[in-house]
């Protein structure tokens, strides 16, 4: 390698330079793609400030050789950034209303539903993952600086134990696997285990995509990112079994968030949205859909802060289904109905 960096000093070919150090970054763009990771913007303006770099050096060089190499070399980092910003932009671009347009026009069975009872929810809970066990809620709160895990009271709505994350990460999912909370961050790619009964930290792991939704079927930890996928994760290692692609009618539907393993089936919050899709562990297929467009009804939440639809719990011995969301001042237990 010292050899090569001589030879690049002698020739005076600062390309040479310049490539050994964008390899990497091509490397990844080109993993990236190749995985179907979500695109990242830092990604695509490695491309775009290597691929300019690349260009500034052959228009630099004395060296024929240095400059086509250069010209070239820029050339395909450059489209590479583009693609991956066209990319990354078009994931992007699942709005609201064409979400909602999909789902009904699927032909997808849609549900109703009928409020069985209020409760009090914290109008400063930034909600983004909640789970129901042994007669209370488990939540997960975001937010940079804000961001907790919470034992809250059903009843009252009351904290009766919260753990402060560090102020650089944004909490997310929540799942309870064997007297254990792991909860997500959205893009610092680190999850935190807790002891159910100690509110302890336990351990952190790692994982390769951003972090939205969280639950478990038993089995595996279902994990999902904002894209159309979900992710199965083994509970123990956190290690990646599988992905699974989620689609209505063969059309993927994107932004998944906040997750609920119920009877056999997944339920998952479309970010910004009043819909939970219903989907088959199997397949991948959305199976049916909950509107729960007027829940709040004159519950007055500032829409403009994203205070969405998120959060998604269920009591299994219980039979009911528990559904907040972000700053919400309430928490309702609803009943699913059948439209015609
Ligand atoms: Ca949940």
Same mark, same amino acid.
């Given at each position: 390698?010292?050899?090569?960096?001589?030879?690049? &000093?002698?020739?005076?070919?600062?390309?040479?330079?310049?490539?050994?150090?964008?390899?990497?970054? %091509?490397?990844?763009?080109?993993?990236?793609?190749?995985?179907?990771?979500?695109?990242? &913007?830092?990604?695509?303006?490695?491309?775009?400030?290597?691929?300019?770099?690349?260009?500034?050096?052959?228009?630099?060089?004395?060296?024929?050789?240095? =400059?086509?190499?250069?010209?070239?070399?820029?050339?395909?980092?450059?489209?590479?950034?583009?693609?991956?910003?066209?990319? =990354?932009?078009?994931?992007?671009?699942?709005?609201?209303?064409?979400?909602?347009?999909?789902?009904?026009?699927?032909?997808? +069975?849609? =549900?109703?539903?009928?409020?069985?009872?209020? =409760?009090?929810?914290?109008?400063?809970?930034? %909600?983004?993952?909640?789970?129901?066990?042994?007669?209370?809620?488990? &939540?997960?709160?975001?937010?940079?600086?804000?961001?907790?895990?919470?034992?809250?009271?059903?009843?009252?709505?009351?904290?009766?134990?919260?753990?402060?994350?560090?102020?650089?990460?944004?909490? @997310?999912?929540?799942?309870?696997?064997? @007297?254990?909370?792991?909860?997500?961050?959205?893009?610092?790619?680190?999850?935190?285990?807790?002891?159910?009964?100690?509110?302890?930290?336990? $351990?952190?792991? $790692?994982?390769?995509? @951003?972090?939205?939704?969280?639950?478990?079927?038993?089995?595996?930890?279902?994990?999902?990112?904002?894209?159309?996928?979900?992710?199965?994760?083994? #509970?123990?290692?956190?290690?990646?079994?599988?992905?699974?692609?989620?689609?209505?009618?063969?059309?993927?539907?994107?932004?998944?968030?906040?997750?609920?393993?119920?009877?056999?089936?997944?339920?998952?919050?479309?970010? @910004?949205?009043?819909?939970?899709? $219903?989907?088959? #562990?199997? %397949?991948?297929?959305?199976?049916?859909?909950?509107?729960?467009?007027?829940?709040?009804? #004159?519950?007055?939440?500032?829409?403009?802060?994203?205070?969405?639809?998120?959060?998604?719990?269920?009591?299994?011995?219980?039979?009911?289904?528990?559904? %907040?969301?972000?700053?919400? #001042?309430?928490?309702?237990?609803?009943?699913?109905? +059948?439209?015609?």
């Amino acid at each position: 390698m010292n050899q090569v960096f001589r030879a690049a &000093e002698n020739n005076n070919c600062p390309t040479l330079f310049v490539f050994l150090l964008s390899f990497c970054v %091509t490397a990844i763009v080109a993993y990236s793609n190749m995985r179907q990771l979500p695109r990242l &913007e830092s990604e695509q303006k490695s491309g775009a400030i290597f691929g300019q770099l690349f260009f500034s050096a052959a228009l630099n060089s004395t060296d024929r050789r240095c =400059f086509f190499g250069g010209l070239c070399l820029g050339l395909a980092l450059a489209l590479a950034s583009v693609f991956t910003g066209v990319a =990354f932009a078009t994931q992007g671009q699942d709005t609201t209303g064409a979400e909602t347009k999909r789902a009904t026009a699927s032909g997808t +069975p849609v =549900f109703g539903y009928r409020v069985i009872n209020r =409760f009090p929810h914290d109008p400063t809970a930034f %909600t983004q993952g909640l789970v129901y066990a042994g007669g209370v809620l488990y &939540e997960s709160t975001g937010l940079l600086g804000q961001s907790t895990l919470r034992e809250v009271d059903l009843e009252t709505g009351k904290v009766r134990r919260l753990v402060k994350l560090p102020a650089r990460v944004f909490g @997310e999912g929540l799942a309870l696997w064997k @007297e254990r909370l792991v909860q997500l961050t959205w893009r610092s790619r680190v999850g935190f285990v807790f002891d159910r009964e100690s509110f302890q930290f336990l $351990r952190q792991f $790692r994982y390769m995509t @951003e972090g939205w939704g969280l639950a478990h079927d038993g089995k595996q930890l279902i994990m999902s990112d904002g894209s159309a996928n979900l992710y199965f994760l083994d #509970p123990e290692t956190f290690a990646l079994i599988d992905r699974l692609e989620v689609k209505d009618n063969g059309v993927p539907v994107a932004k998944l968030n906040e997750l609920e393993f119920i009877k056999g089936e997944i339920f998952a919050n479309v970010w @910004e949205t009043d819909r939970i899709a $219903r989907i088959s #562990p199997d %397949t991948g297929n959305v199976l049916s859909w909950v509107d729960l467009s007027g829940l709040l009804g #004159p519950v007055v939440v500032d829409k403009r802060d994203g205070s969405v639809l998120n959060g998604i719990a269920y009591d299994v011995e219980g039979d009911r289904l528990f559904v %907040t969301g972000k700053r919400w #001042p309430q928490l309702f237990e609803i009943q699913l109905l +059948p439209r015609s």
